[in-house]
């Protein structure tokens, strides 16, 4: 089903981002919230897997419900999921469009991947610190 996503910040994800490699960073930013009622309509259950495809790419994150989004529109948050996924182009003002891109959601069998694999994905090499 086609929803519109549009992304922003969270506390929670505000209280990781010291440590973006972290376990719950990759937890908050891999996280997609939907109306229940749209859950609902493709059987998903809360934390089950989705892939989520847009108009540059696809990837596997965990719906939730939320009351505060409308039916028909998800939103994730900022971070390497959301990235995964939308334009790079930023039509000369530096920033990609983060607020209106139309995205395909559907259930999966597949796990998140973690942070650094969806780097590597994109040709990203791992450092040590």
């Known amino acids: 089903m086609t929803y519109l996503m549009i992304t922003g910040r969270t506390v929670n994800q505000g209280v990781t981002?010291?440590?973006?490699?972290?376990p719950e960073y990759a937890e908050e930013t891999s996280t997609c919230h939907m109306h229940e009622f749209d859950m609902l309509e493709l059987g998903l259950d809360d934390r089950d897997a989705i892939l989520v495809t847009g108009p540059c790419g696809a990837v596997v994150m965990r719906a939730v419900a939320s009351r505060e989004v409308e039916m028909g529109t998800v939103f994730v948050p900022y971070g390497p999921y959301a990235n995964h996924i939308i334009d790079a182009g930023t039509h000369s003002t530096g920033m990609p469009d983060f607020k209106s891109h139309e995205v395909e959601i559907e259930p999966t069998d597949d796990e998140p991947k973690t942070v650094h694999k969806l780097m590597?994905?994109?040709?990203?090499?791992?450092?040590d610190r």
Do not use: P
């Open 17 to 22: 981002v010291e440590n973006k490699t972290s």
């Open 120 to 127: 590597e994905d994109l040709g990203g090499l791992a450092y």
